[in-house]
Structure formats: C-alpha cells, structure tokens
Nanobody, 125 residues
Framework: QLALVESGGESVQAGDSLRLSCVAS????????MGWFRQPPGKEREFVAA????????YYEDPVKDRFTISKEYGKNMVYLQMNSLKPEDTAVYYC??????????????????WGQGTQVSVSS
C-alpha cells in the first residue's frame, strides 16, 4: 500500500501563488508515477500535471502549463505543485495520485490506484 497526504491548500486572491505538497509513504517508490488532479465544485476530477518516477518527464494540462510546475524531491518522497498566477477558475480540491500502471495513461484517473484526501484551493477575484 502507498499512502499519500496533500497539504498547502489555502484561500488566496487572483494572481497569488501557492505550493501544494504531497508526501508518499508505504511501499517502495520506484516506478511510481505521480500526478496532480483537481475537482472543481460540481465537476468531475480532472488532470492537472504529472511527473515520471525518475522525474525526467513532466506533463501538464493546457490551462496550467505556463503557470504550474510539478516537481519531485526524492530524499523526502515528496511531490510538489507550484502554482503561480492563480485564477478563480483554479478553485478546486486538489488531489495527489500515484500510478503503478503499465501502460500509464497520464491524464486518466483510472490509471492512479492511490489517492490522497485532497486539499482545498480557493481563488477569489
């Protein structure tokens, strides 16, 4: 089993920045690809960003790719989502997910077997 815990969500103003953190514990973390998803109020969970287990490749949804950055810190088993220039439409519960699927469908929630509890990000105009 792999346990994920997110943190860092807050209520902020448009244009502000936030950094979300996700700490992973449990099984060995090799070959575990990580992703960030979000669920806006009343909507389905949607892909935001992902990073390969090696950290060598990253993926982003178009609306965020010039504003958000996903990164990993191996020594602490951490994954981060740096979010800049936040907009009201970024308001959502943000979830960290872990995938051991092969093949790995980066943007598909079904490829992620492990999820955190979520952290709320609220952006006001």
């Amino acid at each position: 089993q792999l346990a994920l815990v997110e943190s860092g969500g807050e209520s902020v103003q448009a244009g502000d920045s936030l950094r979300l953190s996700c700490v992973a514990s449990g099984r060995a973390h090799a070959s575990v690809n990580m992703g960030w998803f979000r669920q806006p109020p009343g909507k389905e969970r949607e892909f935001v960003a992902a990073i390969t287990w090696s950290g060598g490749k990253t993926y982003y949804e178009d609306p965020v790719k010039d504003r958000f950055t996903i990164s990993k810190e191996y020594g602490k088993n951490m994954v981060y989502l740096q979010m800049n220039s936040l907009k009201p439409e970024d308001t959502a519960v943000y979830y960290c997910g872990a995938s051991t699927s092969d093949p790995w469908y980066v943007e598909d929630v079904r490829s992620y077997a492990y999820w955190g509890q979520g952290t709320q990000v609220s952006v006001s105009s």
